[in-house]
């Protein structure tokens, strides 16, 4: 059984009368990896500065893996974070590095430095311990940063940024060293990214934040149906089935099939007056079956308004209620 | 390539990792930051500078006309008062650098999310730039020597010198830390740093020391660096007792505890990230 490790209830925070995060709540389960979404000033970073006790919130509450926000101390020992844009010693090892903060968490030397060395090979710096940091790649320091970040086995890990500045190599990569995490250390992730289409397919839950408040919370699904994006797609098939296609899409009448412009091999569909829910998707769905039961070949088909990315950029393109 | 991340195993040292805060977190981090301070090349660097300084001053007190005039002990003592003016001063500025530097950097907040105190930090910090004075009087002590030879003050003058000098490292120690702590910038709290030992040291390098009279005695008693300079010029040159002179030690102390007192209070509210800072 899962058990919910971060819990935040209405935080809020003020900078005078700036107001830099208000009423955000969302839960989050062992396991699971959490996107924090929203455009640059949304609210990401102070969310999670919030969460690991470094900022104090205004008001509201939150409790990670049970310790209540009255202990930071307790909540520090059970959280590991990589912070947006966090800078390392110039004159440091990635060895010397890890085991330093080792012993922030009490090790010993030795303790310190068998960790530090089980560390770096976790995030495929092995062959690195010995160079300084000076000389890492962004996205090499970006792992070690991971590594620091997984140093007291935390029980929640908070990314923020991870993937900035890289390329898409160093993504995937991180990428793959989060979704990792999550599985076989069953440690939360709450990963704080503008990567849509990676979000969408790493993590279980999003919570998109827009001025500081919550736009959209639950799982990729719930967000894009809660965002009500208007469905639409676009469908290629060989030129001499064009005509045939069109004939078959016809017998749907709340489907309107329109010939796109230069591209005589594809047309588009959309739902009239509908939104995104179960019955518009049925529709698509049961539009394509019909036109590859028709053996028609579909060369390509692309579903839109069904994107993470469609209901992230309506949702931070409007005011707020 | 594929990374793996191993769970951690039943019966690994991992069970036994210890995840509180360490008993002497403070200690972690005075070593990480003076293997940084001297392996960086800055310590080195400044240290160095003092040598060839203090070589020059030894040099010249030895050998020039004019300044042989100087009793062996006013030898003593302006090498020592020298010592103490430079260990102060890069006490202070490596302390002006210790949180706003770091904020600057980036590495302040992967510190504040480990276990170690705020307290712990700041102690950790003071302790490493008081290393700088620490070595600045190592590197003194044999031109004290050589110039202490034949007067029997050798013992005295480095007693006097590492106590009074530790005094005011401390003091002023923990002043750049409070600055540096309150600066947004970290070009303004060194600066300001700066500034500070330039209003303290300016009265030390007049001609004559400052004129005489209540006020100017005054003026002398209330500057922390100046006082202890007189104190140690009272009893190396005077020939006082140590305690014949003490009340020039009021203002030393009281800066180190008020000053140290202050960071221990403040130390939680000045070690932070200001607001704003990568702030999405």
Known sequence: MTST????????????????????????????????????????TTTIRLLTTVLVPTSGDFSIAGHPSTSPGEIRRCVGVLPESSGYPAYQTGG?????????????????????????????????????????????????????ALINDPVVVFLDEPTLGLDPAGQAQVLDLIRTIAKSRAATVVLSTHLLPEVEEVCSKVVILHHGRVAGAGSVGEVIKTALIEQSATLRVPLDRVERARNVLAGFPNLTVDQVAEQPDVVSLSIDGAGTDAGSSDVM???????????????????????????????TSEAVA | MTLQVAPPDVGTPQDSRATTEPQAGWLVVAEQESRDLWTSGRGLILLFLFSILLSAVTYLTSTNQALNFLEQRESVNLVLQLAVAVGVLVTLVVSADGISGERERGTLESLLVTPVSRRSIIAGKLIAALTMWFATFLVTIPYVWVLARGVGILGQ??????????????????????ISGVCNSNKTSVAASLFLMLILFAPTQLPSGLPQGWFFDVLRRANPVDSALAYISSILVNGHSWTQDLSYLITPLLTATIAGGALVLAGPRLVRLMPGVNAG
């Open chain 1, 96 to 148: 010397e590095y890890l085991r330093f903060f080792a012993r922030l968490y009490g090790l010993s030397r030795s303790q310190a430095r068998s960790l530090a060395a089980e560390l770096l090979a976790t995030v495929g710096l092995e062959g690195r311990a010995g160079s300084p940091i000076s000389t890492y790649s962004r996205g090499m320091r970006q792992r070690l940063g991971i590594a620091r």
């Open chain 2, 157 to 178: 003058a480095l007693t006097l010198g590492f106590c009074v000098g530790t005094l005011v490292a401390i003091g002023l120690g923990s002043i750049g830390l409070l």
């Open chain 1, 285 to 315: 769905n049961a539009a394509l079956a019909a036109i590859t039961a028709a053996g028609i070949p579909v060369l390509h088909f692309e579903l839109e308004g069904a994107r993470l990315s469609d209901a992230f950029f309506k949702m």
């Open chain 1, 5 to 44: 490790t971060v819990e935040a209830a209405r935080l809020t925070k003020h900078y005078g009368s700036r107001s830099a995060v208000e009423n955000v709540s969302f839960t989050a389960s062992q396991g699971e990896i959490v996107g924090l979404l929203g455009p640059n000033g949304a609210g990401k």
